[in-house]
């Protein structure tokens, strides 16, 4: 049915059209579509993939816009629940370039996306999908954690050759302590064949921040390849059989929050398409690269041919 299945949060960011001011003093915002898994969805969409996201928003009129955005952006919500009570989540940030983007979550107490239940879930969808892709926040709350396990236990029974990615995503202010991030991500590492996260996420999930160490402490926890972002020092990963490490790429940043989804969407079809792991590191940073000149997150999503333009400007 797809490529590709994301499970996690989305919401509407609400991003100053001003750089370098504080929010108490930005007058015009822009709204996008938001939410990482959500954002990763629609960066496989750009690159061809047959996408669909399990998430949830609210009965009001942005949730209306999640949904309407994401079929926009060629992405199936036929999973996007919508769940009277609590509001759609709002997140705003402020832009200081090149490398300050605070960003400020107005989730409320239980936010759609963390309400969904097993009984809401297509399990064989999500075990016949060729790639499964969950965040470490959706584990953060019940119901949504009961529900991540009921369909890890389906990809694990029934997709033993697909790609399971676990996005280490770990957000502090969603969780009630580090030490319970790192007890959710240590019990669902075994159910993952990829893990992705920066050097922070790392740190929470295996307590080893240097990269290749962390990489190895991974596969160790039963994936099969490790990713290791490290910010201005390009990407690491590590397999089994091989690793590889990528230099960043120079590019004038406007808002470098995105550049992740990007990364995540291109990495899926890396994995999909059965490159070598230093080909699909080079076009994943590249589609972070592009994102973070731009201002959105979904919106500016890249085509493969606008990576793979962007690859061919860069001296080799």
Not at 17 to 28: F, I, M
Not at 77 to 82: E, K, M, N, P
Not at 187 to 210: F, W
């Amino acid at each position: 049915m797809y490529d590709l299945i994301t499970f996690g949060r989305c919401g509407v960011d609400v991003y100053p059209l001003q750089t370098g001011v504080g929010l108490a003093d930005v007058e015009t915002f822009g709204k996008f579509l938001g939410g990482s898994p959500t954002n990763v969805a629609v960066a496989a969409a750009r690159h061809g993939l047959r996408s669909a996201v399990i998430t949830a928003v609210g009965a009001d009129p942005f949730g209306e816009y999640v949904r309407r955005a994401i079929r926009g952006f060629g992405v199936d919500d036929v999973f996007v629940h919508t769940i009277e009570g609590p509001a759609t989540p709002v997140t705003f940030c402020e832009i200081f370039p090149p490398d300050h983007f605070p960003i400020y979550f107005y989730r409320g107490e239980h936010p759609p996306d963390l309400r969904i239940d097993p009984s809401m879930l297509d399990l064989d969808a999500i075990a016949r999908t060729d790639l499964f892709w969950f965040s470490l926040t959706g584990l953060s709350k019940e119901p949504s954690a009961a529900a991540h396990q009921a369909a890890l236990a389906a990809r694990t029974a029934a997709s033993p050759g697909g790609w399971t990615v676990f996005d280490l995503d770990y957000r502090a202010n969603l969780w009630e302590s580090r030490e319970a991030a790192h007890e959710a991500a240590r019990l669902a590492l075994p159910h993952a064949t990829v893990a992705v996260g920066n050097l922070d996420e790392v740190e929470v999930a295996v307590g080893v921040r240097d990269p290749e160490a962390a990489a190895q402490a991974l596969l160790d926890a039963g994936v099969r390849v490790a990713i290791v972002k490290m910010g201005p020092e390009g990407v690491f990963a590590r397999t089994a059989e091989e690793s590889a490490r990528v230099e960043p790429m120079e590019v004038k940043v406007v808002n470098g929050i995105g550049a992740g989804d990007a990364f995540g969407g291109a990495l899926c079809l890396g994995l999909l398409r059965g490159w070598p792991l230093e080909r699909t590191l080079r076009f994943a940073n590249a589609a972070g690269a592009f994102v973070a000149t731009r201002l959105a997150c979904a919106d500016a999503m890249p085509t493969t041919v606008e990576v793979e333009d962007l690859l061919n400007e860069v001296p080799s």
